[in-house]
């Protein structure tokens, strides 16, 4: 594991707890969890894995058994595990979690037409005339109303779909924005991974910059399919074979292996309707 403690923030640090009948999480039931203390430490990894891929980075948790003996621990976005020898930093003032604002764009250049913008420009800012409209988008995500950010971006998506094609970097951008702030969101896991997939299959072909944000679409549309299969098995059996694919285009061999793995096993379960 590659992660070095000191770089990692301090928050947010989970707490699973261990009990004779199963696990819990900052309090909340985990899923999946049984008296078998084995398959509930697992449940609780696989919960603490998520977060640390939502996130995109490695993030802290404590592991309390249930004879009270406490670790302190952090999981990388691969789902390794560190065990700390010392305990966690303690955070020097209370934060209060709250959704990213979308990075403002530069001060506009003179408009340019369509034609003559460079297919390679990933950090272009918008065109003014999408000016208005982008800033209705900020302000609806800096104070915290999702649904209507989303709407925004789709909006602002369409219109430079029509104006600069689908793989412009303008459009590219938007998507990424619009996927971003869904996550975010957590209305529907199953449209959220099916977007996710779609924006990390779209910035490839485009060839969108960073990379990293590439990546970061990749990883997190196995996330959220990780927390559709906790919560819907048949949307996560229907979307399956595409995030498998999309994982496996990408090189993600671990995490399709956990794809079909699990559609293998949720095939296999007793009870399982079949199709």
Known sequence: MSVIPDQVPAEPIYTITLTATGA???GEPVPGATADPAESRRAA??????????????????????????WPMIMDTGGNVLTLTTPHPVPPVPVVPSVPAPRPPAAPPAPTPPATQTAHDWTAPLPPACQPLYDDLQAAANAGNLAESVALAA???????????????????????????????RADWYETVELLVHT??????????????????VRNAHAA???LAREDAEGATELAPLVAGMLEKFGEDRRTRDVLRWAEETAMAPGTAQT
Do not use: C
């Open 24 to 26: 819990y999480i900052d």
């Open 45 to 70: 990894l696989s919960e603490i894995y998520v977060k640390a891929a939502l996130h995109g980075r490695p993030v802290r948790f404590v592991a309390k058994e249930a004879d009270g003996t406490t």
């Open 155 to 185: 909006k602002l998506e369409e219109e430079l779909t029509a104006g600069y094609g689908p793989l412009h970097p303008h459009t590219v951008n938007m998507l990424t924005l619009r996927a971003s702030l869904t996550l975010h969101h």
């Open 200 to 217: 990390a299959l779209r910035r490839h072909e485009a060839g969108a910059q960073p990379e990293q944000d590439t990546v970061s679409a």
């Open 225 to 227: 399919w990780r927390t």
